[in-house]
């Protein structure tokens, strides 16, 4: 059964850099799409932010984080990282990984394997 954590949230300052991790065991690569989704303050469901599949084709889908935030894949490590840079408090939020079957997707209702989430707050 595959289950993913995440890891590498806290608090930081505006302007500064976070790498978060996503670790999935019980995973078959050959098949998966992993995204990073998150659950601002007040927010209903998480919302996509970066999806790789398994080849490494990447879909982007918040233009808020275009330019700042970077999403890598290690297959022999089970590992998803998403690099955030000049981090703004509008990032504030929970931030999920979770995986789907379906190759080039980010929408949020493909993705069945979902982690516990890790908090990263922005605020000076």
């Known amino acids: 059964q595959v289950q993913l954590v995440e890891s590498g949230g806290g608090l930081v300052q505006p302007g500064e850099s976070l790498t978060l991790s996503c670790a999935a065991s019980g995973w078959t690569s050959v098949h998966s799409t992993i995204g990073w989704f998150r659950q601002g303050p007040g927010s209903l469901r998480p919302v996509g932010i970066f999806c790789i599949d398994k080849t490494g084709t990447t879909t982007l889908e918040a233009d808020s984080v275009k330019g700042r935030f970077t999403i890598s894949r290690d297959n022999l490590q089970n590992m998803v990282s998403l690099q955030m840079t000049n981090l703004q408090p509008d990032d504030t939020a929970v931030y999920y990984c979770?995986?789907?079957?379906?190759?080039?997707?980010?929408?949020?209702?493909?993705?069945?394997?979902w982690g516990q989430g890790t908090q990263v707050t922005v605020s000076s």
């Open positions: 979770a995986t789907s079957d379906l190759r080039g997707t980010c929408r949020r209702s493909d993705f069945t394997i």
